[in-house]
């Protein structure tokens, strides 16, 4: 009943962009935006009336307490209220297509320039991704997924034919999204400003990435210039000047070693041994054996230190895993003896014993 009653939002907020007295500033925002009806429809965008009661007031018993089981709508004072009025709406969809939350765009000029439909028992920000639904129709045998920062950079991007774009939920990217983001594409690209804001943001979505990569899966960052973000790039430059960005994926190796070494003087023993103590968490959170190897290597190149001196150092220990088994050292048993096997095939078959 909870995604029934949200379904039923999204229908009364997509009537109200279409029809709706008040809805000229949405048209006119979405028309600004140069938003076509087919991109519009496929993301479902809706219209929250300034209206304190626009759902309230017509919802069926039943769908109402559901609605503010959701919080969608606010029993908290003596009157019923809409948590979202005068707003442009975005459907948050699970992998599904079921319709678990919303977005909130401001037409006016509300301190809150966005927000978000509170967690409830089917919305958990931390594990959800805007347009991951929409992006894996539009791209049944996808190979990689950019993660952007917000509603408009997906669905922008989306208006000039870069449908593999999705946006975390207003939160930093959580272990979470990097474990669902990977069960769905081979490789994740995050792109962000190239700003200090936007270095700390890729710093945060690498260290959630590590424990998570296996050899194979592949993690790239895409810095752009600086007071650009994804809107307004691909608006000026068009779906072939952004894709061209792509060409300046930085990999995750080249991030990683970049930022270690920032404020860093690597021409010093002491600025070698301050990036080889800074890499150690962050090494021993690799869990991929090849990987976690070639890092190795490339800090072995970065600081002057022998591979097995460096790895001593950090104290890094492989394990081999078959099948989330993990096998120890352990002595090395003596090859059987012809007797044991023989023994062993009458236990199984006594019958073999008339062939001896």
């Known amino acids: 009943i909870l995604l029934e009653s949200l379904e039923y939002a999204g229908l009364r907020y997509r009537s109200a962009l279409e029809s709706h007295e008040k809805n000229a500033v949405a048209k006119k925002y979405l028309e600004k935006r140069g938003l076509s009806p087919e991109i519009v429809a496929r993301y479902g965008i809706g219209f929250a009336p300034a209206e304190r009661d626009f759902l309230s007031d017509k919802a069926p018993a039943e769908t109402l307490k559901a609605l503010i089981k959701t919080k969608t709508v606010s029993d908290k004072y003596e009157r019923l209220f809409d948590l979202f009025q005068n707003r442009l709406m975005f459907p948050i969809r699970n992998i599904r297509g079921k319709t678990i939350a919303f977005g909130g765009r401001t037409l006016g000029d509300d301190k809150a320039k966005?927000?978000?439909?509170?967690?409830?028992?089917?919305?958990?920000?931390?594990?959800?991704?805007?347009?991951?639904?929409?992006?894996?129709?539009?791209?049944?045998?996808?190979?990689?997924?950019?993660?952007v920062e917000g509603y408009m950079d997906v669905i922008s991007l989306a208006q000039y034919g870069i449908s593999y774009a999705v946006a975390t939920l207003g939160t930093a990217t959580t272990r979470q999204h990097i474990e669902m983001l990977y069960r769905t594409v081979p490789e994740i690209i995050f792109c962000?400003?190239?700003?200090?804001?936007?270095?700390?943001?890729?710093?945060?979505?690498?260290?959630?990435?590590?424990?998570?990569?296996?050899?194979?899966?592949?993690?790239?960052?895409?810095?752009?210039?600086?007071?650009?973000?994804?809107?307004?790039?691909?608006?000026?430059?068009?779906?072939?000047?952004?894709?061209?960005?792509?060409?300046?994926?930085?990999?995750?190796?080249?991030?990683?070693?970049?930022?270690?070494?920032?404020?860093?003087?690597?021409?010093?023993?002491?600025?070698?041994?301050?990036?080889?103590?800074?890499?150690?968490?962050?090494?021993?959170?690799?869990?991929?054996?090849?990987?976690?190897?070639?890092l190795c290597k490339r800090l072995s190149e970065l600081s002057g230190l022998d591979q097995h001196e460096l790895e001593a150092v950090l104290q890094l220990k492989y394990k081999a895993k078959v099948s989330?088994?993990?096998?120890?050292?352990?002595?090395?048993?003596?090859?059987?003896?012809?007797?044991?096997?023989?023994?062993?095939?009458?236990?199984?078959?006594?019958?073999?014993?008339?062939k001896l």
């Open 114 to 147: 966005y927000i978000n439909s509170p967690e409830s028992e089917v919305f958990h920000k931390s594990s959800e991704i805007y347009g991951l639904y929409e992006a894996s129709q539009a791209n049944r045998q996808k190979e990689r997924l950019l993660v």
């Open 192 to 294: 962000f400003d190239g700003d200090r804001a936007g270095k700390k943001a890729a710093r945060r979505a690498l260290e959630n990435s590590l424990p998570q990569l296996v050899d194979g899966k592949h993690l790239g960052f895409l810095f752009l210039p600086d007071g650009e973000d994804p809107d307004s790039y691909v608006r000026e430059h068009g779906k072939d000047g952004f894709e061209q960005l792509l060409q300046k994926i930085v990999p995750l190796s080249e991030f990683l070693f970049k930022d270690l070494s920032t404020d860093i003087d690597l021409q010093t023993s002491e600025g070698c041994a301050k990036l080889v103590r800074d890499a150690k968490p962050l090494l021993i959170q690799v869990t991929a054996p090849t990987l976690r190897l070639m």
């Open 324 to 354: 989330g088994r993990e096998y120890k050292n352990t002595p090395r048993k003596q090859p059987a003896t012809p007797y044991y096997w023989l023994i062993f095939i009458l236990l199984y078959q006594p019958d073999y014993v008339q």
